[in-house]
């Protein structure tokens, strides 16, 4: 017999500062504890549904940081309490983010709540944050994120059905009804879904043969804690026969460990000296809620986010998907390099280049301009999904490199040799070294952009200054800090196929980062004369 329960509303009244920024709304955790300060922003966020709010179907889960229980709990009553008709919760609240985007298209679900502050680190003393993804399966665009924050400035009660609670640990329905209509929560696998869609698109037997074959390849894989452990234990573990010693730091846990869950060279460091031992072929790191990947060949060789994104784009044939789908088209953030878009000029595919944030390769997709697209900041995605996905990267990779019988250095390097390196560093923050090299202006603008299908325009993206040989240094204001401003400076110069391909990538930009920091007068108006980091 469902449980029967009574819908109330609470009174509340706005709280300043719920305005969403590059990925959903990412605060100090001791500011989400503060009274209502959930609440409120999950009642403006259903509110922002209108019509499609009563009968929805939701997808609710998060990366297992501090406060994703105590808060799935809480978001399952208030979605109760508004009329939603079904809510699915990841066991335990866990889900990835791909894996959110994945539950939301295969389940036509109306949207999906993810608890998550990416890559910045968890627990009572940092941070969290809550994402909206809509039923595309993408990230809420500005026009839904606008009406959110409009919301949270008008609140004036919140809505909630007391009781409507579950063991999140038992996989199962649970039927309610609120106010005499029924009300179901799901506790579902949190990679099932996920794993379905991973096998439709990889050739899993040619990979396990390829990993477990003995003459293939050693996987190091670490999640950093965050939420892909499970995720790498189902698939890289148990379907692709990794050792289960070779997948590290596979428990999600409240505070990561003690450590930043985010993938680059400084923070996954435990990754790239394990690699730097020569024992294993391909090293894998992935953030938080699992969309952002990290990418390391033998011996720690680093492949940079845009690089990772240019070597995929040349060898999509080596993934049966895109021999089912053919390939649309390709796209970057506009402070990622220009790598990609040299392979689409070969390929006679057009690349589209957008503003930072994965929300605006959404409509691009569901147009079916592009198939493959990817972010300088560790991210990296395909149509398969409206988010970009850490493990369906690490399986990319798998897949080029099960077919050219390669290694991740002889891959990228081949292509450097036929395509020309990008040289690419991104630095919040500066050092004046070096120097010596002129650059002579192109151009230079406040990047703006037009979206081509739905023709909105989000302006004010980043300061471009373009060299006439193609260099290009940008400045943009991060937008995923929970508080205080960082300012990144990404720095790219372009060497063609013949020239000096495997220089030092410090050496070869130092001159254009001195340019860089004096044009823009950094350590004089920041007085920070070091990055924090640099990947
Ligand atoms: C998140 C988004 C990415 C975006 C990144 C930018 O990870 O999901 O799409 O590239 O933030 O972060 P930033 O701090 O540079 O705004
Ligand atoms: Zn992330």
Aim: aromatic content about 8%.
């Amino acid at each position: 017999m469902a449980q029967s329960l009574k819908s109330e509303s609470i009174k509340t009244s706005p709280i300043d500062g719920q305005k969403a920024g590059t990925s959903g709304l990412r605060k100090p955790t001791k500011v989400f504890t503060s009274e209502n300060y959930l609440e409120n922003f999950i009642q403006a966020t259903l509110s922002a549904l209108g019509d499609s709010l009563v009968g929805s179907k939701l997808v609710l889960g998060g990366d297992g940081r501090y406060f994703c229980d105590v808060a799935a709990g809480r978001i399952v009553e208030i979605c109760a309490g508004n009329g939603v008709s079904e809510v699915f919760v990841g066991q335990n609240g866990i889900l990835s983010t791909p894996s959110v985007s994945c539950v939301i298209r295969k389940r036509q679900l109306t949207g999906g709540i993810v608890l998550t502050a990416s890559h910045n680190p968890g627990g009572p003393d940092n941070d969290f944050g809550v994402k909206f993804n809509v039923a595309n399966g993408g990230p809420a665009p500005e026009s839904f994120t606008d009406k959110i924050y409009a919301n949270t400035r008008s609140i004036a009660e919140y809505r909630v059905a007391k009781g409507a609670s579950v063991d999140l640990s038992k996989l199962g329905r649970t039927e309610f009804t609120v106010d005499g209509k029924p009300f179901v929560v799901e506790v579902i696998d949190s990679v099932a879904d996920y794993e379905e869609l991973m096998s439709s698109i990889f050739d899993f037997d040619r990979l396990r043969e390829f990993i477990a074959g003995g003459t293939g390849c050693s996987v190091l894989a670490n999640p950093l804690h965050g939420v892909m452990g499970p995720y790498v234990k189902r698939l890289l573990c148990q379907r692709l026969g990794v050792s289960e010693s070779q997948a590290v730091n596979c428990v999600p846990l409240p505070d990561f460990g003690g450590g930043h869950p985010d993938p680059n060279l400084t923070y996954a460091a435990e990754l790239v000296n394990a690699m730097r031992s020569g024992s294993y072929d391909l090293g894998l790191a992935f953030d938080g809620d699992g969309d952002r990947n990290m990418i390391l060949g033998k011996s720690g060789f680093f492949v940079t986010p845009c690089d990772s994104l240019a070597v995929l784009a040349a060898n999509l044939e080596c993934i049966p998907y895109f021999k089912r789908t053919g390939v649309n088209g390709f796209a970057r953030s506009m402070p990622t390099s220009g790598a990609v878009d040299l392979v689409a000029k070969r390929l006679g595919l057009k690349c589209y280049e957008v503003p930072t944030g994965w929300k605006f390769f959404g409509n691009l997709m569901d147009a079916k301009l592009i198939s493959l697209c990817g972010e300088e900041s560790f991210g990296t995605g395909s149509d398969h999904i409206r988010e970009k996905d850490g493990l369906w990267a690490a399986l990319a990779w798998l897949s080029v490199l099960a077919d050219k019988r390669a290694s991740v250095e002889d891959i990228v390097k081949a292509h450097w040799a036929e395509f020309g390196r990008n040289f690419y560093t991104s630095l919040p923050g500066v050092t004046l070294t070096g120097g010596g090299r002129s650059y002579t202006v192109a151009s230079a603008d406040n990047f703006s952009y037009k979206d081509p299908v739905d023709a909105s325009v989000t302006s004010n993206q980043g300061v471009r200054v373009v060299f006439s040989d193609g260099s290009r240094i940008i400045y943009r204001l991060s937008g995923t800090g929970s508080s205080g401003a960082t300012i990144r400076v990404y720095i790219e110069q372009y060497e063609a196929a013949g020239g000096n391909v495997l220089a030092d990538p410090a050496e070869t930009l130092r001159p254009l980062v001195e340019v860089a920091l004096s044009l823009s007068r950094m350590a004089e108006l920041t007085g920070r004369d070091a990055p924090t980091v640099i990947t």
